[in-house]
């Protein structure tokens, strides 16, 4: 390992700079989980940390009924799930934040710096879709927002140009009868990288689905928002057959490759498991909220 | 010989273990915590192939760089001699240890170490090693070994012949050797019996998952005097090795073993020791050096995949009539898979009149196998456990009665030879169908996606002895010094502290136990084949007796008596048989000693045979979401015969241990190499052990049928526990779903494939 240099930012435009003039190897440093990682195991060259953990804007975390909740990208895990508004409004969110590692990961570990790193496994990439969250961004043009499913392009490649960071992510209040269930298969019961995940949010009306999203984790290059099966849900009556057939929507869109973590075949049947157990996970949620 | 005394005062205690604050406070020096002044850092440049020639390597780039100091390759390693090594429950060829520590010609896996490099910092070090050029000419590898086996296999090593039985034809091959075990006749067995099950079985290369990385730092003095210090299961073994691979008088090397991390039986071959050696001759320079977790997985000792086929046949009444295996061992790079280990232990449960087993010791492109507690026994064990309970299936019997039927005692004879001494092996099986686990029925599960099974398996393992050294002395304040060499990675401090202080009537605290390096204490052979409460328990016995001796002579100096007349008692107390006003205690005489004669000291030293056979029987009860194919441990419960249990809490932790680590045997551990080779999963996210949240509380059952052939009735007990855990899950699976596995590991993906293909889900 080379020497690197450390930078901690103080305002976005700070960063901004650093980034530009880092170029290439200049990266964002949020918790580090992903990246120091990364760097220590020779699989990133990096000339310049650019720590954005003391910027004000990156450190929102604003929830009212009214306006929604403003995520910033570094806040760590713990705090997402510490503060009870939050964890009331957004539990499909919690499922993730209090997933991801450990304890001692999530003390450092933020939903930013999952979704800048862009593993088709994050865990808090669909419920962040399906909650559905907007990216703000901030760069050398200013600012631009991008809907949480547009972010990812690829395996770690994200839609972030040169000098661009991600400062927060806002969510819509919740919904009436509505709610969201996030749950992945490992084959250990923690420590583990999900071979398969599913995110589902439904709203209901009586015993109608009225309108759900399902979004699907490491079955595709990215994460991945599986409109058909909301096309298909609305207006449904909730049966158990409608779930099957849901669950094979989901089955039928996932593209995942065979490897280490886990078959082809395992994840596409997978999908289908995943996504019945999370809309009945969310019914349910729905039907008390 | 055992003591037939029935009272102990502190054996069978659970005293606080003494090495228990220091690990706790983090005290404990490990071989991390190593810093010398003007100490180097030392890394290894390790093959990006899994077979290939090395044409050139050019190391003059690296040496530029600044802040290096040495660089070696194979070339500066000695030739040394075609010698074999004893390491416990391993034997190491020299030579071919040598072409592993740093390649020469060849490289044989992903991973093979084939240069070093000295640096200032272990970052410069780490850049250095960007910066050395090697040329390959790559090969075709060999990664199964019934590929490796066919004739036109692409050959490992072209000069390697089969060690057979005489049906060999001399060509070169990789199958190292061929032997077979055999009494009787199969056939005829076969044709008796009413039911025969023959199944073939297939397991992958698992690692011993030690939490502690190999590391070593050696100083190479002015005067060629060499000081180690590095993480082993034993320093003299470390000793041996480096002398012969560096060409140094065995005399003129000091090892001195750190506080270790977990072994398992992969910390008794070297593999950083002689680098370091050579780097720091050359420098002049200490040189310390560790692996990161890559490093570990992928280039040290793993334990052989395999393919086993296990034949057996039975009457309608359960009587088992013969038995046949053949069971083919990865060897990894180098000849040396424990498939003879794994031949002794595929049937050792049971009375057999006619067994055969063929053994084949075959090189692959991965690394060389390594022992790992109890070496090539888990995956026999699935093997024939799983085959055992079909035929206990088709007899309609419960399997432990079935096991009950044909289960081994003393004088049945082992398919390997030896008949065996007094065993507990029915005890065990006893204990198990009396059991809360066994007698509790297994209630179904409320959820309809997931199914309910029980499964029971048994184990055996061989335990070892060896030569062991003790020294024991007494300190003027009544306590005594216990100094040993075997490193203590299961809680043998403790275990032989409490025999010193059983014999002396001390209580175990003020019994002080040291491990020393192998300047300070007589030979001392590795702590491995759970032998170290059998052969240094027994030599701290035999130092303990001398100071008890010594005790009683300076009693009966002081009393100007014989010492016949003296009486130790089990408190530590001293009598006179002919004067009861005279009385003394052990504190007392030490308190005197250096005005009764001096200081007063016991050695024991043994070469300890006798060890005592060991046999575990297992209960568990599983869940599968037949769904995912996942497979949830509820219940689990160990039953083994312990001989004596010197330290409970320490036997029923190695128990715990053995199951947890045979669990994540059977779910979830593997190698998982690409087509060319590459270990893919090289790291502990990918290389799933089982966490805390993947086991239920392991519940344990101590049988005692003391070892006759110790002083203090002592059996291994860290190695049988990790034999059963496979076959037991997969005959609970078996209970849940119907379905006979047949592949470790039976992690969700394999599972879920055969639930779909039995129509169980789709
Ligand atoms: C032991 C362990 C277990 C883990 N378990 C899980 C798990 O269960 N599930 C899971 O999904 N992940 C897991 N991870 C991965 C990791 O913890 C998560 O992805 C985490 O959310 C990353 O956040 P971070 O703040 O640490 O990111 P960092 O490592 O700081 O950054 C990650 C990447 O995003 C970039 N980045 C960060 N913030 C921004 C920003 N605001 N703008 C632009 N770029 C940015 C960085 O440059 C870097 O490339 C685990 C990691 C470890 C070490």
Redesign the pocket.
Known sequence: MKPIDYVRARTLDEAVLLLRQGGERA???????????QVRENRRDVDLFVD?KNIPE?NRLEYDPEHGLTLG??V??YRIYGNPAVAKAYPGLIDAVA????VQ?QG???????L??A?P????IPPMIVYRGVCHIYGPQGSRVVPVEEFCTGPGQTV?GPG????WIHFPPPERHAQAHYLRFTPRNE????VAGSAAYVRLNGERIASARVALSAVAPTPLFVPEVGEYLAGKEITDEVIRQAGELAKAAARPITDMRGTAEQRKHLSAVLTRRALRGAIQRAQEA | MAEEKKQFRVIGTRPIRHDGTDKVTGYARYGADIHLSGMLYGKVLRSPHAHAVIKRIDTSKAEALPGVMAVITGRDLPEVADRLEELGEQVTNIRDESHNVLATGKVLYHGHAVAAVAAVSPHVAEEALKLIEVEYEVLEPVLDVLEAMKPDAPLLNPNLRTRGIGEEDGKPSNIAQHFQNKHGDVEKGFAEADYVVEREFRTTMVHQGYIEPQNATAYVRPDGSVTIWCSTQGAFAVRSQVAQLCKIPVSKIKVVPMEIGGGFGGKTVVYLEPLAVLLSKKTGRPVKMWMNRAEVLQATGPTSGSVIRVKMGCKKDGTLTAAQATLIYEAGAFPGSPVGAGAGVIFAPYRLPNVQIDGYDVLVNKPKTGAYRAPGGTNAAFAAESVVDELARLCGMDPLEFRLKNGVKEGDRRADGPRLPRVGYLETVRAAMESDHYKTPLEPSPDPTKRRGRGVASGFWFNGGGPSSVLVKVNEDGTVDLIEGSTDIGGTRASCAMIVAEVLGLPAEDVHPHVVDTDSIGYTSVTGGSSVTHKTGWASYLAAQEVREEVIRRAALLWSVEPAEVEYHDDGTLTCKSDPSKKTTFKEIAAQMNRTGGPIEGKGTINAGGAGPGFGTHIVDVEVDIETGKVDILRYTAVQDVGRAIHPAYVEGQIEGGVAQGAGWALTEEYYYDEKGHLLNSSL?DYRMPTALDLPLIETILVEVPNPNHPLGVRGVGETPIVPPAGAIANAIYDAVGIRLTRLPMKPSYVLEELIKAGLTS
């Open positions: 990266r964002v440093l949020a918790g580090g989980t992903d990246l120091i990682v954005i990156t990208a570094a760590p895990c997933m991801i590692g450990s990961i450092r570990a933020t939903v930013g710096g999952n800048c790193n593993s496994a994050a865990d808090s972030l661009e960071l991600l400062v420590m583990d990288i999900a | 996210l």
